[in-house]
T-cell receptor, first 113, second 113 residues
Framework: EAAVTQSPRNKVTVTGGNVTLSCRQTNSHNYMYWYRQDTGHGLRLIHYSYGAGNLQIGDVPDGYKATRTTQEDFFLLLELASPSQTSLYFC????????????FGPGTRLTVL | GEQVEQRPPHLSVREGDSAVIICTYTDPNSYYFFWYKQEPGAGLQLLMKVFSSTEINEGQGFTVLLNKKDKQLSLNLTAAHPGDSAVYFCAVRSNNYAQGLTFGLGTRVSVFP
C-alpha cells in the first residue's frame, strides 16, 4: 500500500511568517505533487516534481516555492505567508504505472493570521 | 488546459437508494480518469479508475462509466449506506507528461436512514 506522510498536520503562523511543509513518500514513486484545497475551488496544483532536484510549476504557484531534495522528500515553502494562503495542503505521489494514479497524504491545515 | 465540471455539488441519499455523480471534461486528449473519496479530516482515497472508452468498472458498491465521445465520466452509487457519506471528487489526467490531475469541485454525499 502506498504511503505518503505530511508534517506538520496543523500550522498557525502570522502574516509575513516563514513556513515549510514537508512531505515524504515511501513508494519509490518518481512524481510528487503539492495541491491546495479550498472551498469552491476544489484541489489546485501548486508545484510538482518528477525527481530529485527537479521542479515544475503548477497552476497556482504564486507565493510558493518548492524543493525536492531526494526521491522521497518534497517540501513546500512559504517565505512571506499571507492570509490568502490559509488552506488545506495535500501532497501526492505517483508513477507511470497504473496510469499515474496518485496517492495522497493526510493533509496539512495552514492558518495565516 | 483541461477543465472539469462536476455535478451536483450536494447529494442527499436515503440508505439503500442509488445516486449518480457526473463529471464533464473538455480536453479530448485526456486519457486517465479517477474517482476519489474524501472523508472528514482525511486525505483523498482512490476509489475507482477507468482508462478505456465506454468502460464500466464496478466495485465497492459503485459503478463507473466513461463515455469519451461525450467527454463524460459518471459515478453511480448503487445501494447507499452510511459509510458512503463523504465528498467525492472526479479527476482527469491528460496526456500532458507528468502534469498533475485536474479535479472537479467535489460532491458532498450524505446518506440518511
Amino acid at each position: 500500500e502506498a504511503a505518503v506522510t505530511q508534517s506538520p498536520r496543523n500550522k498557525v503562523t502570522v502574516t509575513g511568517g516563514n513556513v515549510t511543509l514537508s512531505c515524504r513518500q515511501t513508494n519509490s514513486h518518481n512524481y510528487m505533487y503539492w495541491y491546495r484545497q479550498d472551498t469552491g475551488h476544489g484541489l489546485r496544483l501548486i508545484h510538482y516534481s518528477y525527481g530529485a532536484g527537479n521542479l515544475q510549476i503548477g497552476d497556482v504557484p504564486d507565493g510558493y516555492k518548492a524543493t525536492r531534495t531526494t526521491q522521497e522528500d518534497f517540501f513546500l515553502l512559504l517565505e512571506l505567508a499571507s492570509p490568502s494562503q490559509t488552506s488545506l495542503y495535500f501532497c501526492a505521489s505517483s508513477d507511470w504505472t497504473r496510469g499515474y494514479e496518485q496517492y495522497f497524504g493526510p493533509g496539512t491545515r495552514l492558518t495565516v493570521l | 488546459g483541461e477543465q472539469v465540471e462536476q455535478r451536483p455539488p450536494h447529494l442527499s441519499v436515503r440508505e439503500g437508494d442509488s445516486a449518480v455523480i457526473i463529471c464533464t471534461y473538455t480536453d479530448p486528449n485526456s486519457y486517465y480518469f479517477f474517482w476519489y473519496k474524501q472523508e472528514p479530516g482525511a486525505g483523498l482515497q482512490l476509489l475507482m479508475k477507468v482508462f478505456s472508452s465506454t468502460e464500466i468498472n464496478e466495485g465497492q458498491g459503485f459503478t463507473v462509466l466513461l463515455n469519451k465521445k461525450d467527454k463524460q465520466l459518471s459515478l453511480n452509487l448503487t445501494a447507499a449506506h452510511p459509510g458512503d457519506s463523504a465528498v467525492y471528487f472526479c479527476a482527469v489526467r491528460s496526456n500532458n507528461y507528468a502534469q498533475g490531475l485536474t479535479f472537479g469541485l467535489g460532491t458532498r454525499v450524505s446518506v440518511f436512514p
